[in-house]
């Protein structure tokens, strides 16, 4: 009996210390979920925290969003607007790189130059124009990107129409240069205004000069006979034959090749001036000696069209000179 009393003890103690050690497992895997428990709710904290964070990040994506929007509407219509108003000007535009390929262009553009939209990127080189008499755009264009002075021309297309053509370097805002812009402007009408007004004023010149009964001529910019009127003919014996186109040196042998009388139309050409009452003696092979007074004066200069000088000339009997001294150079205007 009393074995059996001490072996029930010793199994007593023994689960009384199994006990024990559950129990301290137990209590630490409580301190243990304690402290999951503890980090899960720190987690938990970070993830709402993190939460407020996404939500407020997400307003501020949706208010760029929006203005971005509102940006993106306002560049179409700036767009609208731009695309709008360069196709109503008739102005035809194209913008090339610095490479001279093509950005983009205007619908005027392509009545001057064959293009389509697949030419986009392509070396404006490689395009057909429909210019008369104008070749050199492409280094027209290259040496305005080279020296950023802009260069403007009067081009004809074959269709009968002016240009005024201007070649820019395009500008950014920055000032940064990033190609060039090719204008055409139609100056058709204003063409033919000034064509017709320098026809008319031509003609008007020509009534002139053939209704005075003095000798007049004019000359060109090289000094070769425009034309002459009746008196002129008729009083130094010459006809038109041999005198229109003529340089006015060459007329009658070097007749006309008097030093004073050169250096005075060279001066009206290269300084604009008008010399007046300009007398000189001179012998003339079919009529003798003659004493002439001169007076001059340029034509048109206004028009920018013409370099023409117009040359009256009265004259008288004269003598041998017995001294070319006595030569009266007359009165010189500036």
Same mark, same amino acid.
């Not at 001490?6 to 024990?20: S, T």
């Not at 340089?247 to 030093?259: A, E, M, T």
């Given at each position: 009996m009393g074995r059996r009393l001490d072996a029930l003890r010793q199994e007593l103690q023994a689960k009384e210390e199994i006990l024990q050690t559950a129990n301290e497992e137990l209590r630490s895997s409580n301190e243990e979920m304690q402290s999951i428990n503890e980090e899960l709710q720190s987690t938990n904290e970070e993830l709402?925290?993190?939460?407020?964070?996404?939500? &407020?990040?997400? #307003?501020?994506? !949706?208010t760029v969003n929006s203005?971005?929007?509102?940006?993106?509407?306002?560049?179409?219509? !700036?767009?609208?607007?731009?695309?709008?108003?360069?196709?109503?000007? /008739?102005?035809?535009?194209?913008?090339?790189?610095? /490479?001279?390929? %093509? =950005?983009?262009?205007?619908?005027?553009?392509?009545?001057?130059?064959?293009?389509?939209?697949?030419? %986009?990127?392509r070396p404006v080189g490689h395009i057909v124009s429909n210019l008369e008499g104008y070749d050199t755009l492409l280094a027209d264009t290259q040496a305005v990107l080279d020296t950023l002075v802009p260069k403007e021309v009067e081009v004809h297309s074959r269709t009968g129409l002016? +240009?005024?053509?201007?070649?820019?370097? +395009?500008?950014?805002?920055?000032? $940064?240069?990033?190609?060039?812009?090719?204008?055409?402007?139609?100056?058709?009408e204003s063409k033919q205004v000034r064509m017709?007004?320098? @026809? !008319?004023?031509?003609?008007?010149?020509?009534? $002139?000069? !053939? @209704?005075?009964?003095?000798? =007049? %001529? $004019?000359?060109?910019?090289?000094?070769?006979?425009? &034309?002459?009127?009746?008196?002129f003919y008729n009083?130094?014996?010459?006809?038109?034959?041999?005198?229109?186109?003529?340089?006015?040196? /060459?007329?009658?042998?070097g007749q006309w090749d008097i030093p004073e009388l050169r250096t005075l139309l060279e001066d009206i050409l290269a300084r604009n001036i008008e010399f007046n009452d300009f007398e000189v003696t001179h012998e003339f092979e079919s009529i003798g000696w003659r004493t002439?007074?001169?007076?001059?004066?340029? =034509?048109?200069? #206004?028009?920018?069209? &013409?370099? =023409?000088?117009?040359?009256?000339?009265?004259?008288?009997?004269?003598?041998?000179?017995?001294?070319?001294?006595?030569?009266?150079?007359? #009165? %010189?205007?500036?």
């Amino acid at each position: 009996m009393g074995r059996r009393l001490d072996a029930l003890r010793q199994e007593l103690q023994a689960k009384e210390e199994i006990l024990q050690t559950a129990n301290e497992e137990l209590r630490s895997s409580n301190e243990e979920m304690q402290s999951i428990n503890e980090e899960l709710q720190s987690t938990n904290e970070e993830l709402e925290t993190s939460k407020e964070e996404l939500q &407020s990040v997400n #307003e501020e994506l !949706a208010t760029v969003n929006s203005e971005l929007q509102n940006k993106v509407i306002d560049l179409t219509r !700036a767009n609208n607007d731009m695309n709008n108003l360069l196709a109503g000007t /008739g102005i035809g535009t194209v913008f090339v790189d610095h /490479g001279l390929c %093509i =950005l983009r262009f205007t619908p005027a553009a392509t009545n001057i130059i064959n293009l389509i939209k697949s030419d %986009i990127g392509r070396p404006v080189g490689h395009i057909v124009s429909n210019l008369e008499g104008y070749d050199t755009l492409l280094a027209d264009t290259q040496a305005v990107l080279d020296t950023l002075v802009p260069k403007e021309v009067e081009v004809h297309s074959r269709t009968g129409l002016w +240009y005024a053509m201007r070649i820019l370097p +395009y500008r950014t805002l920055e000032n $940064v240069i990033e190609g060039a812009v090719i204008t055409f402007t139609d100056i058709t009408e204003s063409k033919q205004v000034r064509m017709a007004l320098t @026809t !008319a004023q031509a003609r008007l010149a020509e009534a $002139v000069v !053939a @209704t005075v009964r003095e000798p =007049l %001529i $004019v000359l060109d910019a090289g000094l070769r006979v425009v &034309s002459a009127n009746r008196a002129f003919y008729n009083i130094f014996n010459v006809s038109p034959e041999i005198t229109l186109g003529k340089v006015l040196y /060459g007329l009658g042998n070097g007749q006309w090749d008097i030093p004073e009388l050169r250096t005075l139309l060279e001066d009206i050409l290269a300084r604009n001036i008008e010399f007046n009452d300009f007398e000189v003696t001179h012998e003339f092979e079919s009529i003798g000696w003659r004493t002439l007074r001169l007076n001059a004066r340029r =034509l048109f200069e #206004e028009l920018g069209e &013409s370099e =023409l000088i117009l040359l009256a000339i009265e004259v008288s009997v004269g003598s041998r000179p017995q001294d070319q001294a006595d030569t009266n150079n007359g #009165e %010189i205007s500036f």
